[in-house]
């Protein structure tokens, strides 16, 4: 591997973990019970909405991490945040704006793939 893939490979996997990494922790709350359902409600989401968002971050957000199915799951993190962007922050609230900017990041990441620091690449070989 010569400096430059090198310098690619490492900056795809740190690119990747810094991209989903509010997306896992948020979905890691699942975990420890801190869904907000009561908040989703008073905005006509149901709970099971709400359970399946929470599940998409988490395993989505694990998956970019790792590398793994990375494609589908940028997507499905792209799908994610399109809902909460309309749902949760109307427009022009800045945070729209961050949730616009992350689905940028992640239809790069769909776009590009991995990188050879993933399990997607060692699949491939």
């Given at each position: 591997?010569?400096?430059n893939s090198t310098l690619q490979s490492w900056g795809l996997l740190v690119g990747r973990i810094l991209l989903v990494?509010?997306?896992?922790?948020?979905?890691?709350s699942l975990?420890?019970?801190?869904?907000?359902?009561?908040y989703a409600a008073s905005k006509g989401v149901p709970?099971?909405?709400?359970?399946?968002?929470?599940?998409?971050k988490l395993?989505?957000?694990?998956?970019?991490?790792?590398g793994f199915f990375t494609r589908w799951a940028a997507l499905a993190l792209v799908v994610f945040t399109l809902g909460t962007a309309f749902i949760f922050h109307p427009y022009p609230d800045m945070v729209f704006l961050k949730?616009?900017?992350m689905i940028g990041g992640l239809l790069i990441l769909a776009a590009v793939g991995p990188g050879d620091l993933s399990i997607d690449?060692?699949?491939a070989k």
């Amino acid at each position: 591997m010569n400096n430059n893939s090198t310098l690619q490979s490492w900056g795809l996997l740190v690119g990747r973990i810094l991209l989903v990494i509010v997306y896992f922790l948020g979905g890691f709350s699942l975990l420890k019970g801190e869904v907000p359902i009561d908040y989703a409600a008073s905005k006509g989401v149901p709970a099971l909405f709400v359970w399946i968002g929470f599940a998409i971050k988490l395993f989505g957000g694990l998956a970019v991490i790792l590398g793994f199915f990375t494609r589908w799951a940028a997507l499905a993190l792209v799908v994610f945040t399109l809902g909460t962007a309309f749902i949760f922050h109307p427009y022009p609230d800045m945070v729209f704006l961050k949730e616009i900017s992350m689905i940028g990041g992640l239809l790069i990441l769909a776009a590009v793939g991995p990188g050879d620091l993933s399990i997607d690449a060692r699949r491939a070989k």
